[in-house]
């Protein structure tokens, strides 16, 4: 059974930066996209970032410019590299990814941008 696992997420001031990982379980075929997704206190989960089908990376228009996503295929872990952080960035950041037929998910990480 594919998991996955989030880490890395905290307490960060204002203009801090926070890297997430998503350790993935196992081999994965056949992915179509490989995401970082948040929700916020009250809010709908939003797409933070994407990598489709390993080579196009997407981004909320928001959030372009202080986050990057990347993949680490030897380690089968997914980041997050998150810079200037806001406290409007305050929330769970789940992992996913999906292939033709599965969409996984992983519990999330809380990060949390406060002084």
């Known amino acids: 059974q594919v998991q996955l696992v989030e880490s890395g997420g905290g307490l960060v001031q204002p203009g801090g930066s926070l890297r997430l990982s998503c350790a993935i379980s196992q081999i994965i075929f056949g992915i179509k996209r490989m995401a970082w997704y948040r929700q916020a206190p009250g809010k709908e989960r939003e797409l933070v970032a994407g990598i489709i089908t390993g080579i196009s990376t997407i981004y909320a228009d928001s959030l372009k410019g202080r986050f990057t996503i990347s993949r680490d295929n030897v380690k089968n872990t997914l980041y997050l590299q998150m810079n200037s952080l806001k406290p409007d960035d305050t929330a769970v950041y789940y992992c996913?990814?999906?292939?033709?037929?599965?969409?996984?998910w992983g519990k999330g990480a809380l990060v949390t941008v406060s002084s």
């Open positions: 996913n990814i999906a292939t033709g037929a599965m969409n996984y």
